[in-house]
Nanobody, 121 residues
Framework: QVQLVESGGGLVQAGGSLRLSCAAS????????MGWFRQAPGKEREFVAA????????YYADSVKGRFTISRDNAKNTVYLQMNSLKPEDTAVYYC??????????????WGQGTQVTVAS
């Protein structure tokens, strides 16, 4: 079993930046792909970004490409999501996820509790 805990959410002005962190425990962190999803009220959970455990290749949704960066620090069992040039439409609860493979659908095995990101207009 893998436990995931997100942090770093909060309120930020449009155009600003925010960095989310996800601390993992319970398994060998480096053997899992890590991803970020988000869900706004009344909408389905959607893929944001992911990083592969094997070759550390990265994947991004078109809506965040060029603005968000996913990275991981295996020594600290932590994955990050650096969010720049934030827009009001980025407002959502952001969830950290872990699985053996990268999928761009919200069907991953392990999930964190989520952290709220609010971008003021």
């Amino acid at each position: 079993q893998v436990q995931l805990v997100e942090s770093g959410g909060g309120l930020v002005q449009a155009g600003g930046s925010l960095r989310l962190s996800c601390a993992a425990s319970g398994r060998t962190f480096s053997r899992y792909a890590m991803g970020w999803f988000r869900q706004a009220p009344g909408k389905e959970r959607e893929f944001v970004a992911a990083i592969n455990w094997r070759d550390e290749s990265t994947y991004y949704a078109d809506s965040v490409k060029g603005r968000f960066t996913i990275s991981r620090d295996n020594a600290k069992n932590t994955v990050y999501l650096q969010m720049n040039s934030l827009k009001p439409e980025d407002t959502a609860v952001y969830y950290c996820a872990a699985d053996k493979v990268v999928l761009m659908t919200p069907t991953w095995r392990y999930w964190g509790q989520g952290t709220q990101v609010t971008v003021a207009s």
